[in-house]
């Protein structure tokens, strides 16, 4: 029990190990070493073809070795040849068909036995001679064919009726037993395998025969020893002579037929065996190789290229830089995988923007260093070929100076923040510095570029951004080129003029490059912008109509929510825009059924009133998924989707609940049927919005708003949201809770200000005496609101599961 426990212990533990980031750092190394070094997985050719005449004499550079494949697969054949055919004999099969014979003969007595006294018993006692039921009838009886059936299945065989018949008048002794034991130990142990012309084709070399039970194996010449299975069986015959000459001669053939019945091969080849020894031994070989002198000619020119030349070709040209390779590829595997494990475990899986959704992340920064690094790598080998001819002699340094590398972070730094944008610019430059014969000044310049680059894109809110800082990073890489140009010694005016053009249409185009990528990317990945969220803010957007139309109360009190949110995220650090597009959307779900919210309800009746507290807890609780299902269908993006299922968290719809409560007594209500499905808010923008939702819902209730009560009523709910738990799972501290009170009693108290009674004239005072004041509602207090749409005692509110 206590080692299962252990099992079960490392079991749970391996499957809470999230595999996913360390198969994605594995992967990376290996295609960072493949766009490193393509020859490694695709080779290549040499250029030379059987058949063409050499334009040039070939001399070999060094001494090496050369593998002469033929004669190492000769030498590997002669070694397989060499091995003996293995089979594997059976010497206990003997006793084990004899045992089983015995039993079969047993049993068949004692069932005998048990049939005779059970007849016995039916007729009284009567005694029957115990022959009759052998002599009476040439054909077997019901009871005799079911014996010879239960008989054949014990012994492994079928035999003829008149055998039964012999054995059953001999009352199936033992000692019959005893001879068809003598004669099967005798067949045996010659050995009897299944195709004898097989075997005798080892007749030259022998056989390897191995004892199957122990182990022990012994090489046979002697071949001819061993029986086929047919021979087996007609030496059954001539051997049973012997055996059986002092026996009734009526018993023999059922004997023989017994015996013929149960010969079995117990010699049979072992094909895997042989094939395994034979293999292991062909790789014991070495290869034989020969060695090729420095200067010794390979090829001459005007030769026709033959095998053996080409063979020599390959060989030098793959072994005279294959060691160097494959250390190098090696070492620059580790480093980058220490590298990135390093990164990884302390700037980016500690980042709650990271840990939100981690393995889409993941994949979208893996996607795009796999992607930069390839056009590193594109970039680097059309550079080389420009370099050699082009006519302006540019030099290597300055087309790389145009490589628009920065792109990438200003890609992540969109998606991910400036955070995760600068610790993935440092990998790639270091990558691709790596890539560039270990360059540090193109090292310097790529990260720089790129950080300063994610720097002026971080805050993207509008298209003309990118080119902005497109231009902005144009001019910072002018900047550091020639800073570089002046380390290195190259002031020459021309070169540099070239390095400041290469270097600001880097920038440029990085912007474009972002510009043109960003919508694909949230396209693939699901991610939101601030463009995108720009976008979704504009209260023309056909699901914002709908709802000023069909539920123009949700509108107000989602409009206010996202005023409350926006002012509130910007005090503590978190995204305004996203968090005033998640107040705008949170309450959709409303849309479905807009007169079951009160805020909709303008004929002063309620719907509810003539609905059960579980229907009706139903309906509000709908709302969170009517609104998930609105927002996918409408293609709005996944952080606005989690606002709307979090942003009740799990609290209790506690009027319905108390009703219920009432109604039906407090052990016949189940507290789970009125509680919001949640999860907590996750983040700090679902958080506020949770908050906001309360505080503007509850804010409408107070009857006299002076700015004391409605500081109150935010310290009040806020610290009920907390008590509950509601916030847990968010990133908001109590610094952030402070500061958000004060940005929503701000608010709250522009919105309910006092305003200035101005003088009425006489005609209006008149006219409103006419009409007995029907413009004027009586104001109801917050106590009123509470037990209405609370169940609450006087001076609490709790609208946590309320719309």
């Given amino acids: 029990m206590k080692i299962g426990k252990e099992i079960d212990a490392v079991t749970t533990r391996l499957s809470s190990v999230n595999f996913i980031p360390w198969a994605v750092l594995l992967g990376l190394t290996v295609i960072y070493i493949i766009i490193i070094h393509p020859n490694l997985v695709v080779p290549q050719d040499v250029d030379y073809q059987i058949g063409d005449v050499a334009p040039r004499d070939i001399k070999a550079v060094h001494d090496f070795l050369v593998e002469d494949e033929k004669a190492t697969e000769t030498v590997r054949q002669k070694a397989m040849d060499q091995i003996l055919t293995v089979y594997d004999r059976d010497k206990l099969m003997a006793s084990r068909i004899i045992q089983q014979v015995k039993q079969a003969f047993k049993g068949i007595q004692i069932e005998i036995e048990q049939q005779k006294k059970s007849q016995a018993e039916k007729s009284g006692n009567k005694t029957q001679d115990p022959s009759s039921a052998s002599t009476g009838k040439p054909a077997l009886s019901d009871t005799g064919l079911r014996l010879k059936e239960t008989f054949e299945s014990k012994i492994g065989t079928s035999i003829s009726d008149n055998t039964f018949r012999t054995l059953e008048k001999e009352a199936f002794s033992s000692d019959i037993t005893l001879y068809i034991a003598a004669i099967l130990n005798k067949i045996f142990e010659s050995g009897i395998v299944i195709n004898k012309e097989m075997l005798l084709r080892e007749g030259d070399k022998g056989i390897q025969l191995r004892n199957m039970d122990s182990g022990e194996e012994e090489t046979v010449t002697q071949l001819k020893q061993f029986h086929s299975h047919d021979q087996a069986k007609a030496l059954v015959t001539i051997t049973g002579e012997t055996i059986l000459k002092d026996i009734p001669g009526s018993i023999k053939p059922a004997i023989v037929e017994i015996c013929q019945k149960l010969i079995q091969p117990n010699i049979t080849l072992n094909r895997h065996e042989t094939e395994e020894r034979r293999k292991k031994a062909s790789l014991k070989i070495e290869p034989v190789l020969y060695k090729i002198k420095a200067g010794e000619m390979l090829l001459r020119e005007g030769e026709r290229v033959t095998e053996t030349h080409l063979m020599r070709l390959k060989a030098i040209q793959g072994r005279s830089k294959k060691e160097i390779i494959m250390a190098t590829s090696f070492g620059a595997a580790m480093m980058m995988l220490f590298f990135m494990i390093i990164i990884y475990m302390t700037h980016l899986v500690s980042r709650p923007e990271m840990r939100r959704h981690l393995h889409k992340n993941i994949l979208f920064l893996a996607f795009v260093l796999v992607i930069f690094l390839f056009i590193g790598k594109v970039s680097t080998s059309l550079t080389d070929s420009l370099a050699k001819d082009n006519p302006f002699s540019i030099s290597p340094t300055t087309l790389y100076y145009g490589t628009p590398l920065a792109s990438a972070a200003m890609v992540v730094c969109l998606f991910l923040g400036f955070e995760i944008a600068f610790s993935f610019a440092l990998i790639l430059s270091i990558l691709t510095a790596v890539m560039l014969q270990n360059r540090v ?49 190259t002031i020459s005016g021309t070169i540099m003029l070239w390095d400041w053009g290469f270097a600001f249409q880097a920038g440029v185009v990085s912007g474009m490059i972002t510009a043109g990528l960003a919508p694909l990317i949230e396209l693939a990945f699901d991610y939101t912008t601030d463009i995108t969220l720009l976008e979704w803010a504009n ?36 995204n305004p825009l996203l968090a005033k597009v998640c107040g705008y959307y949170h309450d959709i779900g409303k849309l479905k059924h807009p007169f079951y919210f009160i805020e909709n309800q303008t004929d002063g009746k309620n719907r509810h009133d003539k609905l059960a507290p579980s229907m009706s807890s139903l309906i509000l609780i709908a709302h969170i998924k009517n609104g998930i299902e609105i927002a996918k269908n409408n293609k709005l993006g996944q952080e606005i989707i989690d606002t709307i299922k979090q942003h009740h968290g799990t609290s209790i719809i506690s009027y319905f609940y108390d009703k219920a409560r009432q109604q039906k007594g407090e052990d016949s209500v189940n507290i789970e049927d009125y509680r919001y499905p949640g999860p907590k808010p996750q983040n700090r923008e679902s958080g506020l919005v949770m908050l906001a939702d309360v505080v503007e819902a509850a ?69 409103k005496g006419k009409n007995e004041g029907s413009d004027r509602q009586p104001v109801r207090t917050l106590s009123d609101v509470t037990e209405e749409n609370t169940g609450s005692g006087p001076g609490r509110l709790r609208r946590l599961g309320l719309p």
């Fill in 441 to 489: 000044d193109l090292f310097i310049y790529f990260f720089l570029s790129s950080t300063m680059g994610a720097h002026w894109i971080r805050s993207c809110r509008e298209r003309k951004v990118f080119i902005k800082a497109g231009a902005k990073l144009g001019l910072l890489n002018v900047a550091l080129v020639t800073a570089i140009d002046i380390y290195v010694g």
């Fill in 539 to 574: 209260f023309d957007q056909p699901i914002l109509r709908r709802l000023m139309l069909e539920a123009p109360g949700t509108y107000h009190h989602s409009v206010i929510v996202g005023s409350l949110v926006e002012a509130a995220a910007s005090e503590i650090g978190a």
């Fill in 699 to 767: 804010s409408r209730t107070l009857s006299n708003p002076t700015p004391s009560r409605i500081q109150g009523l935010v310290q009040n709910l806020i610290n009920k949201i907390f008590s509950d738990g509601q916030l847990d799972d968010c990133e908001l501290t109590l610094k952030d809770l402070h500061s958000i009170a004060k940005s929503f009693n701000k608010i709250l108290s522009g919105i309910y200000h006092h305003r200035i009674e101005y003088p009425e004239s006489p005609a209006t005072r008149s006219e």
